[in-house]
């Protein structure tokens, strides 16, 4: 059946108004033609299997720091391109950052056909450098350069790779053209946001001053605060969620094996902490 809106010419008219405040009729790719691109592009980006579920209805706000990222990825995700920043999500494992970098990415590739990439920073490093052969420095290009030119890029779990000159100096190789050419790009990372270069554990020092100076510009930084969902029974819901978050804040979280004696010792002390919270959680 031929498309109704192009009759299958991939190109459709469309009423605008041009500068000068007149109507005037335009061509745009149809629909049709934008549907297949992103699902192309879709299946370029590069989404871990894992993740490829991930939308902004699925992800499970249930306190403040997770509903304002949540709020402010579906922004992103309706406006773009016509979004100014990109987003810095700071937070422990486990807590959704991911998740919300992922549905943000599709949803954009899927509704505007926009060139998005997603990376494991890690892997994209490790990538470059066994791509790197000095006689032949096109080869890390030619992995550099999508990178570098995606519409909309998600570089997941900034800070993981050790600090070395290299590192230092691919990564703002990678960041600094991102934004000179003004492209989206969302971060996630574990470490702290702190301005301390001697906290191991903060993002300062895993990433260096020129980095996080460059990230502050270019992104809006969130921290989102949670259970690690990793830990959740199977079939849980919201409340195992903000029982497991109470007892990560009170640092007594769960060994990341822990067996089915602690989890339940846990929800009975969740139990009260539920009622004193009103048992709110965000849908
Ligand atoms: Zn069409």
């Given at each position: 059946m031929p498309c109704e809106l192009c009759d299958d010419t991939g190109w459709k008219p469309v009423d605008a108004i041009d500068a000068?405040?007149?109507?005037?009729?335009?061509?745009?790719?149809?629909d049709c033609r934008r549907d297949l691109l992103g699902q192309q592009r879709l299946v370029a980006a590069n989404i871990p299997k894992r993740y490829q579920h991930c939308t902004i209805a699925s992800f499970t706000a249930y306190n403040e720091s997770l509903e304002k990222a949540a709020t402010h990825a579906a922004?992103?995700?309706?406006?773009?391109?016509a979004v100014g920043k990109g987003l810095l999500l700071e937070g422990q494992p486990g807590v959704g950052k991911t998740h919300l970098a992922v549905a943000v990415l599709k949803q954009v590739v899927q509704t505007t056909g926009a060139r998005g990439l997603f990376y494991d920073t890690r892997d994209l490093l490790r990538l470059i450098r066994s791509t790197y052969?000095?006689?032949?420095?096109?080869?890390?290009?030619?992995?550099?350069?999508?990178?570098?030119?995606?519409?909309?890029?998600?570089?997941?779990?900034l800070g993981a790779e050790k600090t070395?000159?290299?590192v230092e100096e691919t990564m703002n190789l990678i960041v600094n053209t991102r934004y000179n050419?003004?492209?989206l790009t969302i971060f996630t990372t574990n470490y702290k946001d702190i301005p301390d270069d001697t906290d191991p554990d903060s993002l300062l020092f895993r990433v260096?001053?020129?980095m996080r100076s460059r990230l502050h510009e270019m992104c809006e930084s969130l921290v989102m605060d949670g259970a690690?969902?990793?830990?959740?029974?199977?079939?849980g819901g919201v409340d195992d969620l903000l029982m497991l978050w109470k007892a990560r804040k009170r640092g007594t979280a769960?060994?990341?094996?822990?067996?089915?004696?602690?989890?339940?010792?846990l929800r009975d002390q969740g139990q009260a902490d539920l009622k004193w919270s009103g048992g709110r959680a965000g849908s």
């Open positions: 000068t405040g007149v109507s005037v009729r335009r061509v745009v790719r149809c922004q992103i995700a309706r406006a773009f391109p052969d000095p006689a032949i420095r096109t080869t890390e290009l030619e992995v550099l350069r999508p990178v570098m030119s995606a519409d909309l890029l998600v570089l997941d779990d070395s000159e290299w050419e003004r492209r260096g001053y020129r690690d969902y990793r830990e959740m029974p199977v079939n769960l060994p990341a094996r822990s067996g089915r004696q602690a989890r339940a010792q």
